[in-house]
């Protein structure tokens, strides 16, 4: 307690340095904190706005006739939900798929076996050099992918990266005395894998989910090359066409916001806004995966900076 | 020999948990770079990659004559030396920033808001720029017009391409980028603080002498690491912002492969001007990482 009270210094010893550089600290953090949040915050607030009142730039600090017509107009869009389902599937897939992948190569390459510097220097090696898009695009249609929607599992589902990180976590996390003594017990190496070392490994486990489930939930590109068919397609890809163009697809947004508009303003104005509730709708997964479980994340990259 | 057959045998369930990765490489990986000899050949989909014509360097020769070549090359490594020198400090300052909060719940905080932004998808940060700079209704252009100006068609002027395609970027990765550095900041012995304390050292003269000196291994690392891809274009997210207005700017090497391979299909032209880029790439990346592993050697002394 009292090494404590020595440490710290009391407020009346403080320079007046220190006062102004805490002030000026507070402000930047408040400005940082601005620019970070005020355009999600803004999208937010637009998405339950009336229409016209957005449009006109009249929606800046809190929302203004208040109106669920946008999302109304969003739910009933049926390719909006088909790709919302299609990307769901591909997250939860691609996500299991790549944990198990990931898990059973960090493990192999944090032991001794021969053989071991030809397979790591292969798994570095593509961390360097590529064949580039085209030579990826027609070994995927060759190998008859294409089109295929185990494409968007499949694709990215070994990181090289987050192999190195895994088995960083694996080789420093679990001593080499428990292999021992599964060892002597008579336990095969996949038996010591499977009830050992996977249930000591919940962190890494936690990070590669979110990092795997992110990247995928928010993939534009797999959909954009290797599907063709509409209802193959993942959000993103739809998304792409509804949000990052100048026309931005006005038939499509026309066509979900219909009925009770009573003029082509009103519809496009409509549809303004349904782009808001998509923006929504579309990043809240993300988001929220990140916020319950934040606390990984930091760990994820302190266990990469230890090997970087 | 024969031990060295045991030693496989008593390791087979190694290879076998590390076969479907090592599959995975071999198709969506290595299977490509066997097909980079398309650039080298005239590819006819009915042939195949083995099958069709060798044509040698010609689809080299085209692209280095071609006008556009010297144009796609500037665009690309411009937009990526600004890039690196607009958003590589920005982390850092940041790291400063957070380090300094005195309120515990209000670091917590701004640490989790600054890395929200990583989590959004490229598709969603394009849409926003594209919202939020409407030339009709978007909210920067109204409050343009306010202050007495005019409206600027931001998404389709070639002058605003970099600056939106970069400010977006330190938007949605100045926090997540900072984690290191707040790691690094983390490590610093408190001794040295209380020391300075004693001294009579301002807040401001231990940022300078004791943060900055220990953020800068680490800053040199990303640095060099990030000098190595100057010429890697990030495709994903140019595509998004690039439109007819904007070519002049925003026309990249990999969006002129994507748009002329894929697009249009000239699979070997685009395969070797993809190549010409990787080949350099890989060359800066090898001496990126070998000069940035001696230096981590030097520092650990």
């Known amino acids: ?308 | 020999m024969k031990k060295w057959l045991q030693s496989v045998v008593d390791n087979r369930w190694l290879y076998l948990l590390i076969l479907p990765a090592l599959l995975y490489l071999i198709i969506f990986n290595y299977m490509p770079m066997y097909g980079v000899q398309i650039a080298f050949k005239n590819y006819k989909a009915v042939r195949g990659i083995a099958g069709s014509d060798w044509v040698g360097l010609k689809h080299f020769q085209t692209f280095f004559s071609a006008y556009y070549c010297g144009r796609l090359i500037s665009n690309t490594l411009l937009l990526n030396v600004l890039s690196l020198l607009f958003s590589f400090p920005i982390p850092i300052a940041l790291s400063v920033i957070i380090n300094n909060i005195r309120n515990q719940r209000l670091k917590k905080f701004t640490q989790t808001a600054v890395y929200i932004p990583h989590f959004i998808s490229t598709v969603v940060l394009a849409g926003i720029m594209y919202i939020l700079l409407s030339p009709t209704n978007g909210i920067i252009n109204h409050a343009i017009v306010a202050l007495g100006g005019k409206s600027i068609y931001f998404m389709n002027e070639a002058d605003w391409f970099r600056p939106i395609y970069i400010i977006s970027g330190i938007w949605q990765s100045a926090g997540w980028n900072s984690i290191l550095y707040i790691a690094a900041l983390a490590g610093v012995d408190p001794e040295l603080y209380e020391a300075a304390t004693i001294d009579g050292a301002s807040k401001w003269q231990k940022v300078l002498y004791i943060d900055l000196p220990h953020l800068i291994p680490t800053a040199t690392m990303m640095l060099i690491l990030n000098c190595g891809s100057l010429l890697s274009s990030s495709t994903e997210k140019a595509l998004l912002l690039q439109t007819g207005g904007n070519m002049a700017t925003s026309d990249i090497i990999g969006t002129y492969v994507y748009n002329m391979g894929l697009g249009s299909g000239q699979f070997s032209y685009t395969a070797a001007i993809n190549l010409f880029v990787n080949v350099i790439n890989f060359i800066m990346v090898v001496s990126a990482n070998t000069i940035s592993s001696r230096m981590k050697g030097e520092t650990l002394f």
């Open chain 1, 1 to 308: 307690m009292q090494a404590k009270a020595i440490a710290k210094p009391s407020r009346q010893q403080e320079i007046w340095q220190d006062r102004v550089f805490n002030v000026v600290v507070l402000a930047l953090v408040i400005i940082i904190l601005a620019i970070t949040l005020y355009p999600l915050y803004l999208v937010l607030i637009c998405s339950i706005s009336d229409a016209t009142l957005v449009t006109t730039g009249q929606v800046t600090l809190y929302p203004k006739g208040i109106t669920m017509l946008g999302y109304n107009s969003v739910m009933e869009n049926k390719e909006i939900w088909r790709s919302y389902a299609n990307s769901i599937f591909y997250t939860v897939g691609g996500t299991v798929l790549s944990l198990i992948v990931t898990m059973g190569a960090a493990f192999t390459l944090s032991r001794k076996f021969p053989g071991k510097r030809l397979i790591s220097f292969l798994f570095a090696f593509t961390m360097f050099f590529n064949g580039g898009m085209i030579p990826t695009f027609l070994t995927v249609r060759d190998v008859g992918l294409y089109n295929s929607p185990w494409v968007c599992v499949l694709m990215g589902c070994v990181s090289v990266w987050n192999v190195m990180l895994a088995r960083t976590y694996i080789s420093t996390n679990i001593p080499e005395a428990l292999y021992e003594a599964a060892n002597l017990d008579g336990a095969s190496q996949i038996q010591y894998f499977l009830q050992i070392v996977l249930p000591l490994s919940g962190t890494i486990v936690g990070v590669l989910a979110v990092y795997y489930g992110v990247a995928k939930w928010n993939d534009y590109w797999t959909g954009l090359i290797y599907l063709n068919k509409r209802e193959l397609l993942p959000l993103q890809t739809i998304l792409k066409e509804i949000l990052a163009s100048l026309e931005s697809s006005r038939e499509l947004l026309m066509s979900m916001a219909s009925d009770s508009a009573e003029n082509d303003a009103e519809l496009l104005n409509r549809a303004q806004i349904a782009k808001y509730c998509i923006i929504v709708v579309s990043t809240v997964p993300a988001v929220a995966l990140y916020l319950c479980m934040q606390k990984f994340f930091v760990k994820g990259v302190m266990i990469g900076s230890v090997k970087g």
